[in-house]
Nanobody, 125 residues
Framework: QEQLAESGGGSVQAGGSLILSCQPS????????MAWFRQAPGKEREGIAS????????AYVDAVKGRFVISQDSVNNKWYLQMSNLKPEDTGVYTC??????WGGGLKPEIWSYWGQGTQVNVSS
């Protein structure tokens, strides 16, 4: 069973930046499509960014477009979510997901086979 390990969460002031990483335990990142989800307090989990297993076709929800960048690093076998110009509404638990299948924009949770444990991001005003 594949496992995903996340790191990089923390607390930052509005306007700041954070980089999240996600690493599969058994296979290379090029074996999986991948997405980042987040769950804000009191809200449902939402997909915010996805990337294909070839490292291409990044997709974002409008709320993070232009501020977040999803990427794949085959050398270090990690995926990243670079978050800049963070806003208080970006606060939440961020979770990576990966799997062999992809459809639509890759932002629906039912697509994904493997999930990380989640990492907390707090953005203060």
């Amino acid at each position: 069973q594949e496992q995903l390990a996340e790191s990089g969460g923390g607390s930052v002031q509005a306007g700041g930046s954070l980089i999240l990483s996600c690493q599969p335990s058994r296979h290379g990142v090029s074996n999986y499509h991948m997405a980042w989800f987040r769950q804000a307090p009191g809200k449902e989990r939402e997909g915010i960014a996805s990337i294909r297993k070839n490292g291409g076709s990044p997709a974002y929800v409008d709320a993070v477009k232009g501020r977040f960048v999803i990427s794949q690093d085959s050398v270090n076998n990690k995926w990243y979510l670079q978050m800049s110009n963070l806003k208080p509404e970006d606060t939440g638990v961020y979770t990576c997901a990966a799997g062999p299948n992809f459809w639509g924009g890759g932002l629906k949770p039912e697509i994904w086979s493997y999930w990380g444990q989640g990492t907390q991001v707090n953005v203060s005003s």
